[in-house]
C-alpha cells in the first residue's frame, strides 16, 4: 500500500547488510520461521514449508529496522498512518504459549498502539496532536519523541446505520477452540452491541463458499446467534470464493451513506480455489474504492498467514487485529466498536520535516512497511491508513538534539486526510515548539514514559541493533516507576507480565558482539563490515 522513500532503502541496506553478515556469520540469529515474503507477484498464499519447529507454518514478513537518519542528508520523515494491532496480541500468543516470538512477528508501531495515552479528542477537527520529548534512557545523547495523533470520537448513538458481513474461514485448519471456537464467542459479542440501525449477513467458505443468513435485521439476535453456532469445520481454503460471495451480499445489501463492511474471520490459509494474492489484492481493492471495506480479524497460532490478513485489511481500507482471547474480542468489538467500524478520516498521512539547527539525526521505530515517499504525501492518488472515530497514532522517534539553538521549533508536524466520503485532501500542519522537550526522563508525563516501555518491548523483541544496551531488568524497572494508577491498569500488569516472561525465555546471545562490542557501540551509526 505504501512506497519505502529509495533514500531510506539505500541506508535501510547498509543497516541489513550488517545485520546479515551477523547472521551468516552466526546462523542462529536468522529468523525462526524462515519468513517468506509475500508480495502479489507471487503465485501462492500458502505456508512456506521451511518453518519452524516450535510454531510451525507462520507466513510472516520481516521488513527490517529503520535506519538513523542524518537531518543534513534528509529531514523529511513521511509514513502512513497505521492502527493496526495485531502484531501485540500475536507476540503474547508466543508468550503465553512459552515461545519466543518470532523478530518477524513484532512490528512496533502495532504494539504502541495497542495502548491507550490518553490523548484528548479534538471537538471541532478531524484529529489533534500531542507531542512530548525527553532523554533516551538507552541511547546516548538522544531522546525519544513521542506523537501522538487522536481522532474525533462519535457517540455511540451518533454511529452511522451499518450492513456488516461477517465472513467466516471454516475449512478443517480452523477446527480448534482457539480458531472457530473463539470466532464464534468474538462475532457474539459483536452482534450484542448492534441495534436497530444494523443488519448482518452471514458467509462461510471451505472448499466452497456459501450463504448462510442473508441480509438480516440486527435486532433479530437469535436467527443470527444460530446462524453463527452452527458453524462446523469443513474442507479446504477457499478464500478468494468467500470474499467474492460476500461482496456480491454487501452490494445487494448496500446502506447508502452507512458503514458497509466485511469481517473476514480466519486463520489466513489459501490452499484451495484463486490462491494467487494479486486477484485478491485487485478485488478487494476494487471494493473498497466502491465503499464496501474489509477489516481483517485473525485467529489461531501455527497454520497461521499474517501478511495476508494485514494485506487484506491494508487493501480494504479497514484493519488488522489478531483476537488471541476472548478478552482481546472484547476489546475490538466491544469497547471500541465505533473506532472499529466508522472511519473519520481516509488515507491519512503523518510526516514530521526536524529542523536541522536543533536536530542532528532521528529514527522512527516501526513503520516499516508504511514508509511513503516525501513527494507522495500530497499526492492523493497514494494510499495510506485510515483513522476510525476516537482511534489514535502513536508514533516514537529517536533524535539527538545538538547542544544549543535558539530556534523556537524543532520540528513542524503534518498530516493529509480526506473525508470517509472522498474528495481531495486537507492539510494539517503544526510546529513542534521545543518547550515539549524534558531535560529528564522523570518530568515526562507518565503516558509517553509507558510508550517508551512498549516500544523497548517490541525492539527488544525484533533484536534490534539499537536496543542492545536495553535489558528485560531495564525494562520493568521502567514500568515501576509509573504510577500506580497506570502500573495498576489491567493492560501494563499484562504487559509487566509478559516482559518477565520474555526475559526466562530469552537466551539469544547477542548477535553483532564479535563485529561491533557493545562495550564500545557507537550510538550514531552501523558499524562497516568488511
Not at 439476535?221 to 470464493?241: F, M, R
Not at 539525526?361 to 472515530?389: C, P, S
Not at 509509573?482 to 525465555?505: F, G, H, K, M, N
Amino acid at each position: 500500500m505504501t512506497k519505502s522513500m529509495t533514500w531510506k532503502r539505500t541506508l535501510a541496506v547498509g543497516a541489513l547488510l550488517f545485520i546479515a553478515a551477523c547472521a551468516k556469520m552466526r546462523p542462529e540469529y536468522r529468523s525462526v520461521a524462515q519468513t517468506p515474503v509475500l508480495d502479489p507477484e507471487e503465485t501462492t498464499l500458502e505456508p512456506s514449508p521451511t518453518t519452524t519447529t516450535r510454531v510451525p507454518a507462520m507466513v510472516l514478513k520481516d521488513y527490517g529496522v529503520n535506519p538513523t537518519i542524518e537531518t543534513t542528508a534528509e529531514p523529511i520523515s513521511t509514513f502512513a498512518a497505521d492502527v493496526d494491532t495485531g502484531s501485540y496480541s500475536l507476540a503474547r500468543s508466543y508468550l503465553e504459549r512459552g515461545v519466543l516470538p518470532d523478530e518477524a512477528a513484532v512490528r512496533v508501531e502495532e504494539f504502541v498502539n495497542a495502548f491507550d495515552y490518553g490523548y484528548q479528542a479534538p471537538k471541532e477537527q478531524a484529529f489533534s496532536v500531542q507531542v512530548e520529548a525527553f532523554p533516551s534512557p538507552t541511547r546516548k545523547g538522544y531522546h525519544v519523541l513521542h506523537v501522538g495523533v487522536k481522532a474525533r470520537e462519535v457517540a455511540k448513538a451518533d454511529r452511522k446505520p451499518s450492513h456488516l458481513i461477517f465472513t467466516i474461514d471454516v475449512s478443517g485448519s480452523m477446527a480448534s477452540e482457539n480458531r472457530l471456537g473463539l470466532v464464534k464467542q468474538a462475532l457474539g459479542l459483536l452482534v450484542n452491541e448492534l441495534d436497530g440501525r444494523d443488519k448482518v449477513s452471514l458467509v462461510v467458505y471451505g472448499t466452497e463458499a456459501h450463504v448462510v443468513l442473508p441480509p438480516t435485521p440486527a435486532t433479530q439476535k437469535e436467527s443470527i446467534l444460530a446462524g453463527i453456532d452452527a458453524l462446523k469445520p469443513e474442507g479446504s481454503t477457499n478464500v478468494q470464493a468467500g470474499l467474492s460471495l460476500a461482496y456480491d451480499l454487501a452490494m445487494k445489501g448496500f446502506v447508502p451513506g452507512g458503514i458497509n463492511r466485511v469481517i473476514l474471520c480466519s486463520d489466513g490459509v489459501a490452499n484451495n480455489g484463486v490462491t494467487n494474492a494479486g486477484d485478491i489484492w485487485q478485488t478487494v481493492k476494487g471494493r473498497a474504492s466502491e465503499g464496501v471495506t474489509l477489516s481483517a480479524i485473525g485467529f489461531g497460532l501455527g497454520n497461521y498467514n499474517d501478511v495476508l490478513m494485514e494485506r487484506l485489511a491494508d487493501m480494504g481500507d479497514g484493519h488488522y487485529a489478531y483476537v488471541d482471547k476472548l478478552d482481546e474480542a472484547k476489546r475490538v468489538f466491544v469497547e471500541n466498536l465505533t473506532g472499529t467500524l466508522q472511519v473519520v478520516a481516509k488515507d491519512v498521512k503523518l510526516q514530521l520535516e526536524f529542523n536541522p539547527t536543533i536536530v542532528e539525526r532521528y529514527r522512527l521505530l516501526g513503520f516499516e512497511n508504511r514508509l511513503l515517499d516525501k513527494r507522495d504525501f500530497a499526492n492523493d492518488k497514494v494510499d495510506a491508513g485510515e483513522l476510525g472515530a476516537g482511534h489514535s497514532v502513536t508514533a516514537i522517534y529517536e533524535v539527538k538534539l545538538k547542544a544549543k539553538s535558539d530556534a523556537q521549533s524543532f520540528a513542524i508536524f503534518r498530516a493529509r486526510y480526506k473525508q470517509p466520503v472522498g474528495g481531495a485532501s486537507q492539510l494539517v500542519e503544526r510546529a513542534l515548539p521545543t518547550s515539549v522537550i524534558r531535560t529528564d526522563r522523570t518530568s515526562a508525563t507518565p503516558p509517553a514514559r509507558l510508550s517508551l516501555v512498549v516500544s523497548g518491548f517490541a525492539e527488544k523483541l525484533r533484536g534490534s541493533y539499537w536496543a542492545r544496551t536495553l535489558t528485560w531488568e531495564a525494562l520493568l524497572a521502567q514500568v515501576a516507576e509509573l504510577p500506580p494508577s497506570l502500573a495498576q491498569r489491567a493492560d501494563v500488569v499484562e504487559l509487566a507480565r509478559l516482559i518477565r516472561v520474555a526475559q526466562t525465555l530469552d537466551r539469544r546471545p547477542d548477535r553483532f558482539e564479535s563485529k561491533a562490542p557493545v562495550a564500545t557501540m557507537d550510538f550514531d551509526r552501523l558499524p562497516v563490515i568488511e
